[in-house]
């Protein structure tokens, strides 16, 4: 380990960097302890009082997002100081790193809107993207103590944990989970409980869907990933951010992401402002 001169903290060398980013179980185990902690700071704002504030596009944004955000870029810049990040709230302050094959999306907290109405259907979002791919992605549910990670085909898993200031709360064993094939009777559909639109029931109108969810935020990627669903459809505008663990976690889990005429979903989209196109999100193929 080599010396930070800021911090007098132990940060790794570039051996040691090439190490963890290779053992992506290692790196995800990392991951999942920052967004514990980010969620820790979430949760008190959670449930206190807490002043909602509208960024230049109209979103919102609370002391929460910002908090969160500021465990989440420490804790990466500690154990993986070389990698550069992007996270939701630095970028709408104008900080966007130069980017290269490797770096960080963050999004400190997924679903502001369902935070605000405290329906708790909100998510601390961390992933890994190599060559424009999701590798390893963390999506932590604080307020249903619902995580969810995976970093590689067959490596896809569910936790039981509560939000730990620390990093270190006891949890339950992660129980690996897959994506589903559709059954022959019609597809489970899950839809944004604030965002589901006229073109998304048109979209829809193609298939045979026998029941419809709604969820907030990436737990949708989750839930198909886990098997409670078959697909989930967004034709509004997302970020890289909002999208890049929840992905990470299905293709782990078997399943896929897609732009809607079947081009893969990539990342690293600097010349559009790293924003998505409209896309789906599917279960295991049939």
Not at 46 to 73: G, M, N, W
Not at 103 to 119: A, C, S, Y
Not at 124 to 150: C, H, Q, S, T, W
């Amino acid at each position: 380990m080599r010396a930070s001169a800021r911090s007098g903290q132990n940060i790794p060398g570039n051996d040691e960097l090439t190490s963890l980013i290779s053992d992506r179980a290692a790196l995800t185990e990392e991951l999942r302890r920052i967004a514990l902690m980010a969620g820790a700071a979430i949760m008190d704002h959670y449930h206190s009082e807490f002043e909602v504030i509208h960024k230049e596009d109209k979103s919102p944004v609370t002391a929460a997002d910002r908090d969160a955000e500021a465990i989440i870029l420490e804790g990466l810049r500690k154990f993986i100081p070389d990698v550069p990040v992007v996270s939701e709230e630095a970028a709408a302050g104008g900080h966007i790193p130069e980017i290269g094959h490797r770096f960080f999306l963050v999004d400190p907290l997924d679903g502001t809107k369902e935070f605000i109405n405290k329906n708790g259907e909100f998510t601390v979002n961390i992933a890994l993207i190599e060559e424009r791919i999701p590798v390893a992605g963390v999506v932590y549910a604080p307020a249903k103590d619902r995580m969810f990670f995976g970093y590689g085909a067959g490596h896809a898993f569910e936790q039981a944990v509560a939000p730990s200031a620390d990093g270190k709360a006891k949890a339950g064993a992660p129980k690996p989970i897959a994506a589903r094939k559709p059954a022959e009777d019609g597809l489970v559909v899950i839809a944004s409980r604030t965002h589901r639109d006229t073109k998304t029931d048109e979209y829809l109108s193609l298939y045979k869907v026998k029941e419809f969810l709604a969820a907030g935020s990436s737990l949708k990627f989750c839930l198909v990933a886990a098997g409670e669903a078959d697909l989930y459809p967004r034709h509004g505008r997302t970020m890289e951010w909002d999208t890049a663990a929840g992905h990470a976690v299905l293709l782990a889990a078997g399943g896929n992401v897609t732009q809607l005429d079947g081009a893969p979903l990539l990342y690293g989209k600097i010349e559009r402002g790293l924003d998505n196109p409209f896309f789906v999100a599917r279960g295991a193929p049939a």
